[in-house]
């Protein structure tokens, strides 16, 4: 009886103590893990975080508890993602652009212009080769807790009317701080502007910038028309975004709440899915009764743009490994 009240409070004091630092709650019966995220309350993927959360409660018995930290309000991706390296309690999105950093293989998730839909970025997710960089990713202290989430597919908004990628030229364009996306933009023909979604907003009604890209619903939800009037459908990405956790902080998880973390974050997914499909036509609506003007742009003439964008990252993901993503995706 003594032991196992020596053993309660040693328990106790470990839970506490990561509470401290880490900004953690724990009780003896729920386990309370934030989640961050950039996205605004309301837009689908806040949706589907809630339901997520729900999800994790309902199969948990109330054992796991989500506290929702949307609009950035933990910090920018990068500075969460390195909070997660050192033990916080805090789940977050993230994708290839941000996992490259490192792992570089990782970069071929968010490669523009690859991937047609979601159903080919799923296989590459049960690919062996997925497997291989996650268990690299681990070793660098962060562990994929579920990959098949799909933010959405990425369009801009600008100032201006944009046909081609020559019209980009001299337009500064609001990118996440990741050097995938800023090269990405500089190669379709724009001034890659990097900063957090958060700070999209203000800055692009001051002028410091004159558009940003993103999934449709985002760019609504972040009100980006309210200071660009075109809505240009590149749709230069289907992004796939992860969502991680430190790997010390999932190694003092009961295994059995760490499968439960994948399960239901898959189910939510799909959810995200519908979420989306119905957000992206709403939004287009909304954003067409304010005055913004719905341009199909030569998607040939971008993809042609960017027929040769992985060779300048042969380094990070050589030639050997694009052909094993072409082989996975049946697709060249």
Do not use: C
Request: aromatic share 10%.
């Amino acid at each position: 009886m003594r032991s196992n009240l020596v053993k309660k409070i040693v328990i106790g004091a470990v839970w506490l103590g990561l509470s401290v630092m880490s900004g953690a709650s724990y009780s003896a019966d729920v386990i309370k893990i934030k989640i961050a995220y950039g996205n605004n309350v309301g837009e689908p993927n806040d949706k589907a975080l809630r339901e997520w959360g729900r999800l994790m409660k309902e199969r948990s018995k109330g054992r796991v508890e989500f506290q929702f930290f949307p609009s950035s309000q933990l910090g920018s991706q990068k500075d969460v993602t390195e909070q997660l390296t050192i033990g916080s309690n805090v789940i977050t999105i993230s994708d290839g652009g941000f996992l490259m950093d490192y792992v570089p293989e990782f970069g071929v998730t968010y490669l523009p212009y690859i991937y047609d839909n979601k159903e080919q970025l799923f296989k590459l997710v049960d690919s062996d080769l997925f497997k291989d960089m996650s268990k690299k990713l681990e070793e660098k202290g962060l562990f994929i807790v579920h990959s098949k989430w799909i933010y959405g597919v990425r369009n801009m908004l600008v100032s201006k009317p944009v046909s081609k990628p020559a019209d980009l030229a001299g337009l500064k364009i609001r990118v996440p701080n990741i050097r995938l996306a800023n090269e990405m933009m500089g190669a379709m023909g724009a001034t890659a502007t990097p900063m957090p979604l958060a700070e999209a907003y203000p800055a692009l009604m001051q002028g410091v910038i004159n558009g940003a890209e993103n999934p449709i619903p985002v760019l609504y939800g972040g009100k980006m028309y309210e200071g660009a009037k075109y809505l240009i459908m590149t749709r230069h990405q289907v992004n796939l975004t992860p969502w991680i956790a430190g790997t010390s902080f999932i190694k003092k998880l009961p295994p059995e709440i760490v499968t439960m973390l994948k399960e239901t974050g898959e189910e939510a997914g799909k959810f995200l899915d519908k979420q989306n499909e119905i957000a992206d036509q709403e939004a287009v609506a909304k954003m067409q009764a304010s005055g913004v003007k719905v341009i199909e742009p030569d998607r040939a003439a971008f993809k042609t743009a960017m027929a040769d964008f992985p060779n300048r990252f042969s380094k990070e993901f050589p030639p050997e490994v694009m052909k094993k993503v072409y082989s996975i995706i049946g697709s060249k």
